[in-house]
């Protein structure tokens, strides 16, 4: 019994080669370290489960299941992270959407509206320049002609913006000097919103600009940017209509 204590002592202060070891001193190292595999729960993952049959021409199928038993097992970790972190990135997307709806509904006049849209919505969403304009329509506003709102002329608006959509995300930006003026060199991906028109308000366009590429994604849902669109639009008519 002496010798075999000596014995696990030895295994376990000492640095051994491979082939060094055999197996009836590992077999005596774990029989006196009975909490070594529980204390080293990796060592049994990282082990080469035993075959049920050898030789040539033969496939252990228990163990080729086991190994894909266990890829599907790392795959299905990564999928959940993915899960965790995209519905990590919707929340936050949620509340900065929510928050820049009520920063618009506080406006206090045309003026405060066109202010928030043009300072506080880029801090609000995390984007670098926002910026909203109109086309010429019978009857519009004056104050559509402010400096701080982009002047198109008729039909611009279906040109940026597809017909069929009211909202449109951009991966890459090439051009955006006809949407985002003197800050279009700031612009390399973008969210563009359609206004609809209302009694004496013609079309409308509200651009969200950010300086990297792909902050906005065509596989981007565009349920929250149209919800701050449809707001923005009825804020508008509110103060211009009435």
Known sequence: MRKKEENAISLESTDFAPG????????????HNPEFLAENAQTIAETAPPTRWSGDGVIDLQRFLMDR???????????????IETSRGNMSSQSR?????????????????LRIVNDDIPLL???????????????????????NI????????????????DVVLLKEVAESKAVF??????????????LRPGRSVPAGLIALGARSPGFFHPRQGTELIAFLARVAGLCIHRWLET
């Open 20 to 31: 060094d070891l055999s197996s009836e001193q590992v077999l005596d190292f774990l029989q």
């Open 97 to 113: 959407t929510h928050s820049a709806v009520l920063a618009l509904l506080s406006a206090n006049d045309f003026d405060h509206l």
């Open 125 to 147: 969403l995390d984007v670098d320049v926002a910026t909203i304009g109109f086309e010429p329509g019978d009857g519009a506003p004056q104050a559509l002609t402010a400096a």
């Open 181 to 194: 003026g003197s800050a279009a060199s700031l612009v390399r991906s973008a969210a563009l919103m359609r």
């Open 69 to 83: 038993q266990k890829d599907d097992l790392n795959e299905l970790r990564r999928a959940a992270q993915e899960v």
């Open 150 to 165: 982009r002047p198109f002329q008729l039909g611009d608006i279906d040109t940026v913006l597809d017909p069929d959509y």
